[in-house]
Nanobody
């Protein structure tokens, strides 16, 4: 079993920045990809960004392309999401996910492990 713990959320004004972190622990025995999804009240969980085990493949939702950057540190089993130029529509609970097969699929049901999430609120 793999445990994921997110941190770094908070309240920020539009145009500001936040950096989210997700630390993985437990039985990490395979090469797993990681991703960030977000869920706003009353909406489906949506893909934000994903990164392969090697870090060589990165994917972004169109809505965050050019503003967000995903990275990972395999030594510490941590994935980061640097969020710049934040907008009120970025407000959501951000969840970290991990996939044992090193795939990056923009569908929440495809991911094997999830964290509890961290709240990001962007004020206008």
């Amino acid at each position: 079993q793999v445990q994921l713990v997110e941190s770094g959320g908070g309240l920020v004004q539009a145009g500001g920045s936040l950096r989210l972190s997700c630390a993985a622990s437990g039985r990490i025995s395979s090469r797993y990809s990681m991703a960030w999804f977000r869920q706003a009240p009353g909406k489906e969980r949506e893909f934000v960004a994903g990164v392969s085990w090697s870090g060589g493949r990165k994917y972004y939702a169109d809505s965050v392309e050019g503003r967000f950057d995903i990275s990972r540190d395999r030594a510490s089993n941590t994935v980061y999401l640097q969020m710049n130029s934040l907008k009120p529509e970025d407000t959501a609970v951000y969840h970290c996910g991990a996939d044992r097969d090193d795939l990056v699929v923009p569908t929440s049901g495809a991911w094997d492990y999830w964290g509890q999430g961290t709240q990001v609120t962007v004020s206008s």
